[in-house]
């Protein structure tokens, strides 16, 4: 068999049906929106200065270094 034919029958013995791609998705925007909220809350308990000196309000909390 050559891997052409190995790849095809691996890929039609595993195609996802109908109702599989409309729960994949329907679940989307929600994975979206954990990630996010995930990305966000790892920067808010790292303190991750390089993202954190951009947001407003929140960056006053580093001293800024004096101009000569």
């Not at 039609?12 to 809350?41: E, Y």
């Amino acid at each position: 068999i050559s891997m052409k034919k190995k790849l095809k029958s691996l890929y039609c013995r595993h195609r996802p049906s109908a109702s599989v791609k409309t729960a994949i998705f329907s679940f989307a925007p929600s994975a979206a929106c954990f990630g996010l909220a995930a990305a966000i809350g790892i920067i808010y308990f790292t303190e991750w200065r390089v993202v954190t000196n951009w947001i407003p309000l929140y960056n006053m909390k580093y001293p800024k270094p004096e101009k000569k």
